[in-house]
């Protein structure tokens, strides 16, 4: 045989076994998974001593173009993706300018994204009060699922979803065959309380903290799982931040709902009690949680009920995080880049085949993706190699993101990438980008 490239001698993470084996590769596919492969190659990958995992999967990151490029774009956000290991992101309909609410809209993200991203991309559509007549051209173009929010979104020109059009997006998109997504907070109780604080002159990161209790994501949850359960639609929930939630989720799927569920590394690291050091880099929606909750979700991630972990990248200007009212600073968090060594730093916890289930496999499935997120014969060349002895702290100059504004920062991580391929070309290696951007669109197979 004849290869474009041989990955030599690696520790391959497989779903039915994680073992010492080279990954041939032609093109952009992997042809063939054994040890010590004959055959000539192009090029050769020495992998020994690395583990070797499906390039990752984030399936919500906020890269902000076009229109808020300066938050973070393709570009930057790709680059601190492909660092992390991620070889595909799923990029949210906001805070783009326009939003991703229609076929142009869709059409001018795209663009974007093509031009400009380092690793492959999905792109969710908004379901908003006042789209619903434009869902199935966001199915034609192949958005990878609809996202709605249930309380205030920080945008403008994103509305919330009230329950009537829940009701009826979630409707047109089962006949789409579509996934819904929801941001689940119980709009009236955090407008209520934000309220509340604002008329008190409470501004501080407790008084934040306060008006987003977990009640608010709890109700939510219980509300979007009826919905779905009334319309059959898929539903996903969003950045799950509390115990409570990820159970609704476990109960309702035990009773047939097609209901899946993610958290993000921010909650599986930072509590309340680290808010007020970390201020407005810490800030997220929900918030932080406590220590109880912080620790639930690592035994609910160990025992199976949590899908997958996704990083809710979230960047923003530093002036944007910088107002004396705590209330008033942009709530989002980077963290793309430290999603897959949050859980490698935890391996007594989550062993590598349960970590590739957590950030590849588990989320190809899901959006039916089935060239992604496996290391199989037939699928894209999406790889990671990774040190899983070698240990370091998280330092700014390391970072790739815009910003670079991160919480993570000054935390020890064990395990480090130290490279990542799409679709059989190397874009990062050892600390830098490589090669030009050739991220591509994927979407859902039927």
Known sequence: MSYDLIIRGGTVVREQETAPADIAIIGQSIVDIAPDLPGNTRQEIDARGLHVFPGAIDPHVHFNEPGRTDWEGFATGSSAAAGGGVSCVFDMPLNSSPPTLDGPSFDAKRQAAEASSYVDFALWGGLTPGNLDKLEELANRGVVGLKAFLCDSGIDDFPRADDWTLFRGMMIAR????IVAVHAENHEITAGLRQFARQ????????????????????????????????????????VSTVRGIELVAEARAKGVDVTCETCPHYLTFTADDAERLGAIGKCAPPLRSPG???????????GRIDFVASDHSPAPPSLKSAPDFFDCWGGIAGIQTLLPTLLSRSEVIAPRKLARLTASNAARRFRLPRKGRIEAGCDADLTLVDLQESYELTRDRLLDRHRLSPFVGIRFRGRIRRTLVRGQTVFVDGRIVGPPRGTLVRPET
């Open 200 to 239: 008190q002159n409470f501004t501080t990161v407790r008084h934040y903290l306060r008006s987003r209790p977990q009640i608010t994501e709890i109700e939510a949850i219980g509300r979007a799982i009826a919905l779905a359960g009334e319309t059959c639609c898929p539903l996903h929930i969003v950045h």
């Open 175 to 178: 006949q789409l065959g579509l």
């Open 293 to 303: 909750d912080r620790d639930g979700l690592w035994e609910h991630l160990a025992g």
